[in-house]
Structure formats: structure tokens, C-alpha cells
């Protein structure tokens, strides 16, 4: 494999670094600016924000730019933001600056896969885009646990200065080792912009907005339940994290493995035990040992909802992808936005610290009756005639193994 699919992994670390890692800080956050935890946790909304924002915009703007360029003037835009965030000298600019540093992140991940395709022989095209995306894998596993621990000990300006080093690094190793990648002549908006006339994509991009927002309703404020209900010390706190990182990386896994033999019960099953395991944490977030283990399968069925959606929409935007692809990685953040504020909403109502995970409960059962209404529009629907498979569509086809 390339060393240019390293450089891209570094960016893609640090990117999911900064994105989970806030929700783990939450607390250090509030604290330090003069804000309860509740407004804090907009911090991610606005960050989730930023990606709905600009993945379809920054896309547009840059489909027929030399995409080494584009690379790297995504990720140098998202290391500023992290310093931005760093010495943000207020909430209000703090909030400002995670917008900012939100904006390259789907546009970032849309014209990555496609270079990692691009970079490997055509048999390898799906293993070249999973080592980029294993970055993202690994954030969760490493790289948030150990951003909360540093933020802990040392204040969480330091954790964001070790994103915006670690985002540095990975903008100039895509400068030194990715090749120049031209764009396609083919590459245009209006082209882009067709694939959504589908109503099925609509549908699955809303079981994205509404279902997935359960997993970030509880997962945002996560740190405060884990340390005010169950008991963990802050630094446990880090270990369990880790956890929630293995239980994503296996249903990502799992979730692959299941969309690739049957996609839309496996789409349904998912939410309804993603639901399942949320409503459950309610009751075993009181003791130390079942709350790790629930968090476990909260991160497995949360994320196995991933390959499965996103397979979902690349079949239904299969002419011009790019958009869509990026567009998915907009809804996620959407959800996160979204699930960040309904959580919020019920801490601040005085529901206690487990009503979030209850308000995610629902939310994924919701998720899981969009699912389901589309799956019996879709089989009401002829099937079309087969038509050959676009080589932009067979290029964003492995961007499914994204986290």
C-alpha cells in the first residue's frame, strides 16, 4: 500500500480525535469558560454544524480542483480551527471556532476515499480506503481516551494543541507523499445534483438525521453520567471511552458484514438494538460494571448502523456519488447535532443525568420506522433495469467502511 494512505489516515485521526474528544471534556470545558454543561455540549452541536455546512458546500466549490490541493487545504483549514479553539479567549469564540474547524471535515472524508481508490490497483480499492478510514477507527480507540486523560491533567487547551500537531503533520505528510491526483473532466455541481431527486435517498439520509442522533444524545453527555451515576473517577473514565471505541470498531465490522448479505433488515435491526441497548443503559449506568458493558454494546449497535447506511445511499446515488457521499457525512453530524441538543434539553429540563440516553432510545426507534417505511417503498417500487456501474460510483463505493 502507498505511504500517501498513512498520510491521509494522520488527518483522518486527528479529525475524529477532535470531533469525539470535546464530548469526553465537557466538564474541563464548562469550567474554564463559565458555562454549565449543557450549553458546553453545544460546542458539538455546532462542530456537527459545521460539517452539515460544508461538506456539500466545500464539495461543489472544489469538484474540479486538482484534489492534492484540495487535501490539503482541507486539513490545513481544519488544523486552524483546532488552534483557533485552542485560544479561544471565551465561549462565544469557541463556538465560533468549532464551526469553522466542523467545515472540512465531510468534504475532507468525501474526496479522501476517493483518492485512496484512486491510489491502489483496482482489486485493492476497498483495502486502500479502509486504511485511510482506520484513522478514524483508531481516534476512538487512542486518540479520544487519550486526549480526555490529557485534557484532565493538563487542561483541554492542551488537548487541542496536540490535535492542531497532529493535524499539522498529517497536512504536510498529504503535501509530501500524495501524488498528484487531477480531477475529473466530468466533475460539475449540476451533474452532482441529480442524484437527489431520488425520494429513496431523502429517506436515508433522514434514517441517518433521526435515528443516529439517538447514539450522540447519550454518547455527548456521557462523561457526567458515567462519573455522577455510575461512579467512575475521571481518569476511569478515559478506559471506559476506550471501550466505546472497541464496541464501534466491531460494529462497524459487523455491520459490513451483515449489509453485504442483507441490507435493509440488517439497517432495521440495527436501530431497534441500538434502541434497545440505550434504554437499558438507564438502568445499568447505576453500577460500574454494567455500565462499561452496556457502553460496549451502545458504540457495536450504534455504529453498525454506519456501513450499512452508507451502502444504502451510494446504491441510490450510484450516478454521481461524490455529493451524496459527502452529504451522508453531513446527516451524521446532523444527528450529532441534533441528539447533542435533545439531550441537553432534557438535562436542562432536570430529567437527570440517564435522560438522555432515554431520549436516544427513542430517537432510534424512530430511525428504525423511517428505515423500515423505506424498505416497503422500495420493494413496492419495480426494480429498474440493470445499467452499468459508473467509474465514479465504483471508486466512492469503499467509502461504506467509514466510522
Known sequence: MPLALVALAITAFAIGTTEFAAMGLLPQIADGLDATIPQAGWLISLYALGVVIGAPLLTAACARLPRKAVLIGLAGLFTVGNLLC??????????????????????????????????????????????????????????????????????WRAAMLVVVAIGAVGALAIARLLPQLPSHPQAGLRRELST?????????????????AGLFACYSYITPTLTEVAGFSDGSVTLVLA??????????????YAADRALRPSLCASFLLMGGALALFAVTAHAQWSAALT??????????????????????????PTLASATVQGAF???????AYLGGLALTAGLGWTSPT????????????????????DRRTPAPAAAPVEPAADLAAPAAVHG
Open 86 to 155: 485552542a485560544i479561544a479567549p471565551n465561549f462565544a469564540f469557541l463556538a465560533a471556532a468549532r464551526l469553522i474547524t466542523g467545515l472540512p471535515h465531510g468534504a475532507f472524508f468525501g474526496a479522501g476515499a476517493v483518492a485512496a481508490a484512486e491510489l491502489a490497483a483496482p482489486h485493492l480499492r476497498a483495502r486502500a480506503v479502509s486504511v485511510m478510514f482506520s484513522g478514524l477507527t483508531v481516534a476512538n480507540i487512542l486518540g479520544v481516551p487519550a486526549a480526555t486523560l490529557l485534557g484532565q491533567r493538563l487542561g
Open 295 to 320: 457502553v460496549v454494546l451502545i458504540g457495536m449497535f450504534g455504529f453498525a448502523t454506519v456501513p450499512t447506511v452508507q451502502t444504502l445511499v451510494l446504491q441510490k446515488a450510484r450516478k454521481a
Open 196 to 212: 437527489f431527486r431520488s425520494g429513496q435517498l431523502w429517506l436515508a439520509l433522514a434514517t441517518v438525521v433521526f435515528g443516529c
Open 243 to 256: 471501550l466505546f471505541g472497541v464496541g464501534m470498531t466491531l460494529g462497524n465490522v459487523i455491520g459490513g
Open 358 to 377: 432515554l431520549v436516544g432510545a427513542g430517537l432510534a426507534v424512530l430511525g428504525f420506522l423511517i428505515a423500515a417505511a423505506s424498505w416497503a417503498a
Open 333 to 339: 453530524n446532523l444527528a450529532n447535532a441534533q441528539g
